[in-house]
């Protein structure tokens, strides 16, 4: 049974390298999964840091640019989202990002009144 079954939101969160959000939000509209919010990020997980240089002084990089990305799902299954983020974001290097799914109490849609899986 799918994890979206019986009226269940999930809130899919993401966090990519910035050059494969068009990816990404390909990927998202094939499966049927348009709808979503980007923020850009600053943040550090396996992804190494690195050393630079300017004006002379050296420094140091430990965060690195992502790109969040939020998809709330009612009617597909948020396994297919996830799916769909990690192919289009995956490039085999240390810094690809991670890929978390939340349960949703509850939804509103402000425009419209509707609530529960009928608002997403």
Same mark, same amino acid.
């Given at each position: ?14 966090? #990519? ?5 068009? +990816? &990404?939000?390909? =990927?998202? !509209?094939?499966? $049927? ?28 990089v430990d ?9 709330? #799902? ?5 396994? +297919? &989202?996830?799916? =769909?983020? !990690?192919?289009? $974001?995956?490039t085999g ?28």
């Amino acid at each position: 049974m799918s994890d979206t079954a019986s009226g269940e939101i999930k809130l899919v969160m993401a966090f #990519v390298r910035p050059d494969k959000l068009t +990816d &990404v939000k390909q =990927a998202l !509209a094939e499966v $049927g999964a348009p709808s979503l919010t980007v923020t850009d990020v600053s943040g550090r997980g396996s992804q190494p840091a690195k050393k630079g240089q300017w004006r002379g002084e050296e420094y140091t990089v430990d965060l690195h640019q992502k790109v969040k990305i939020e998809c709330v #799902v009612a009617d597909i299954p948020a396994e +297919d &989202v996830v799916e =769909a983020i !990690a192919d289009a $974001g995956h490039t085999g290097e240390k810094g690809d990002g991670k890929v978390f799914v939340l349960p949703v109490e509850s939804a509103y849609q402000i425009r419209t009144g509707k609530t529960g899986p009928d608002a997403v």
